[in-house]
């Protein structure tokens, strides 16, 4: 679905079905992120899914997406941050960094078409993923970041599905040598086989090393390690809405 940015009837029967069974909590419906925002029947999606919910699902832009998963994460933050903060949320179809100050508006923040779907499915086929393919998908990796200028911050943090599955595997840190240890790791080891170890499903275990090869970009770009957040997308969203 993601090579192709295309929901088959199948896929658009299943979406709904997800989202009458989990986008409804005391009223809030989950936003639509980028593998709806880039559907090429998105119209069809969003017209199924609100039928079926009987309410209007909201479609989040890639700048909606950064700043909302901005107040999601550091409002869940333990400890308070002096100085600016980056947090970086990798979905299955877009990467958003979002740079500010805790309680304050966002001041920077790029959407990037760079997901764990989509670095998956279109360069880590095999089980486990190839040396090289790994190597492709890295080059493809860095040669979108090049250009990016993101300002120096004091602190960074993950969130997102490939950061609260690398909590398991490899703590609440991700610096940049414990990513490559994770990147290398799943390289030798099948997915079920994983997937049992770490106790993470099947599907989420097939996208992490693409979605490790992104965090591990950020991080070398920030000169930071990222901590894993307790809040994110979801939670910003919330927050906006009845904060």
Do not use: K
Not at 80 to 89: H, I, K, R
Not at 111 to 139: K, N
């Amino acid at each position: 679905m993601f090579r192709t940015r295309l929901f088959s009837r199948l896929s658009v029967g299943v979406a709904v079905a997800l989202l009458a069974a989990v986008g409804l909590t005391a009223g809030f419906v989950n936003p639509a992120t980028a593998a709806v925002r880039n559907a090429a029947n998105r119209d069809e999606l969003v017209s199924a899914v609100e039928a079926q919910l009987g309410e209007a699902l909201r479609v989040l832009s890639g700048e909606e997406e950064a700043r909302l998963s901005f107040l999601g994460a550091t409002q869940a933050l333990a400890d308070p941050v002096p100085g600016t903060v980056a947090v970086v949320d990798v979905g299955g179809g877009s990467t958003e960094i979002a740079v500010g100050t805790p309680g304050a508006e966002v001041q920077w923040w790029r959407s990037l078409p760079l997901g764990s779907g989509l670095l998956t499915d279109r360069y880590l086929s095999s089980d486990p993923p190839a040396t090289g393919e790994v190597d492709a998908a890295r080059t493809h990796v860095a040669r979108l970041f090049a250009d990016l200028d993101v300002p120096s911050v004091n602190y960074a943090v993950a969130v997102g599905g490939t950061a609260t599955s690398l909590g398991r595997m490899s703590g609440e840190v991700l610096s940049d040598d414990a990513l490559e240890r994770c990147v290398r790791m799943l390289c030798l080891t099948p997915v079920a086989e994983a997937a049992r170890r770490f106790g993470i499903d099947p599907e989420r275990v097939r996208l992490l090393p693409a979605g490790m090869l992104v965090l591990q970009a950020v991080a070398r770009r920030l000169s930071l390690p990222l901590s894993i957040a307790q809040g994110g997308l979801r939670e910003g969203a919330i927050l906006e809405r009845h904060g």
